[in-house]
């Protein structure tokens, strides 16, 4: 059975620790495993209930892909993870430099002299220390 819960603007539905291992085609056991492994770390309820995401489902599922599919063991799979949500994060902190980068390019004056070329050389010099 699905615990639903609106969380805001983006509505998340939780779910049980069967229901998510039904929905990932795997034991329940093999969730509990992987949460002490933590390959999924689902939330938890104030008695100390998993409760999984859509996305901790898919994740799920990509754990069984990798390990069946592919080959790959549970440390192996582990290290994805934590490389894919550092990817992730990076790709996150470069979007917001380049939107600071943008905003730091919008306030820049737009009436400042120009200098014609054949003016002469300036030449800066770090001050001595």
Known sequence: ???RRNLGPTETELFVISV???LAGMHAQ??????RLGLVTPQRT???GRRYTSH?????REVQRLSHDEGVNLAGIKRIIELTNQVEALQERVKELIDELAQVHRSYRRDLVHLPRNN????WQPPTR
């Open 46 to 48: 104030s008695g100390g």
């Open 1 to 3: 059975m699905a615990d």
């Open 56 to 60: 901790d489902v898919d994740l799920l």
């Open 120 to 123: 002469a050389l300036v030449v």
């Open 20 to 22: 998510a291992a039904e």
């Open 30 to 35: 093999t969730l509990r495993q992987y949460d």
